[in-house]
């Protein structure tokens, strides 16, 4: 892996680079599915969005997963129960790009990005899961894989990894202006009006107010924040679960799903609805408490979390300036990290950054991901080697 001659912004564009049409695919730390989309991108400009889907986990392959989140830890990557959860997880994966691809007409991308599932993320190890050949072969199609491990292994956190293309997308909006994804983690991404472009996790996102729920009714999440709406928050708990170490540290840094899980212990005396209502202003909280450098005068929230309407309500009573979800900028939500992905397998294909000392603490712009072409059919490869021939660094892999 070497890191790439960044200019001094990212994003600017390149007149030599190929658009290159991509399929990105994203497993969130909420484990609700896969989401896929097309985007048709040369890493710095986005031309065209195209279709986008989610193919939900089953219930059976979902607890599977969050049973490894609990082990991961103890766990290595020849352990048959994490290899049996590849296996299914990435069947997902390509019958989520095979239908994607049926859906726009029979495409063929030039690219896939297939971030995997996360299973650990600390500090010093990133770990997801899935099997990059297999999809490779099973699509015909290029996949670039492994987007955090050299971000953590040059002194970064490997997260988190969507402000550079949220940064794409909000090119020509007053600044500053600040994106926040609430999926199982929270993060944000502020870009400032000298274009700047700093990030960080926040805080907790959806997942323990996930758990909690499922714990105390059975549903997989508060749906249209019926159960948290229905709660009073309570004031004591919310400043014990306040009371982390994770936010006397500055950013850029970054969580793993379950940093916070104990903090489920503090909230057990209190009825499910009042329950929720805390986790709700938790992450309000916390991303209200993330000091920046400039306060954004417009929040855009994507993310699950968007669609509760009891954790928007909160982030409107915390945050300066407004709030509303992305859709607002006319982007798709629900495709917004899947379309990443795609747009950082091309920024990895070309060399280009895909991290920045203010967005993951790395020590310099640098690239990422690995490239696999197992099982190519022989046509594939002309194409293959053309996109290639446009690199401006290497790339392991």
Known sequence: MTDASAPANPTTPDASAPRLITVGLMSGTSLDGVDAAILTTDG???FSHGP???LPYSPALRTRLRALLDEATHCNAQDAQVLAAEQALTDVHVQAVLTLCDKAGGIMPDLIGFHGQTILHEPDRTWQIGDAVQL?????????????SADVQAGGEGAPLAPLYHAALLH???APVAVLNIGGVANMTLLTQSGDVLACDTGPGNALLDDWTFQHTGQRYDQDGTLSLRGTVNPALLERLLDHPFFSRPAPKSLDRLSFHKGLDYLAGLSPEDGAATLVAFTAETVARTPLPATPQAWFVCGGGRHNPALMAALRQR???TVQPV???GWDGDALEAECFGFLAARSL???PLSLPTTTGVPRPLTGGRLTCGGLAPSRFEACARLMAHRTCGVGG
């Open 172 to 174: 020509g909006q007053p």
């Open 327 to 329: 859709e607002a900028l």
């Open 350 to 352: 070309l060399g280009l």
């Open 319 to 321: 945050l300066a300036g």
């Open 44 to 46: 710095t400009q986005i």
């Open 136 to 148: 490779s072969a099973a699509t015909n199609t290029p996949v670039i894989h492994d987007f955090r």
């Open 52 to 54: 986008a889907l989610t």
